[in-house]
């Protein structure tokens, strides 16, 4: 993250449907508790663009209660 994501960040949660540039979003998801987390960050052009790094994947919970995987 940098000075600029800090810096717009109000101004895109508020005019980009909540998006906000300066949150770790990856480092939430991790803490989060899942039983299985897939994350790839990467950059979509332009690579100054306050929106990069990118972050795609996914997560998967155990079902409530037990120790088994969703199937």
Do not use: K
């Amino acid at each position: 993250m940098d000075g600029r994501q800090r810096t717009l960040a109000p101004w895109s949660c508020r005019f980009d449907a909540g998006c906000d540039p300066s949150r770790e979003t990856w480092l939430a998801i991790e803490r989060a508790g899942f039983a299985h987390v897939e994350l790839d960050l990467f950059t979509l052009p332009p690579r100054w663009s306050v929106y990069n790094p990118c972050i795609a994947g996914r997560a998967v919970a155990l079902l409530r209660g037990t120790s088994h995987w969703p199937s």
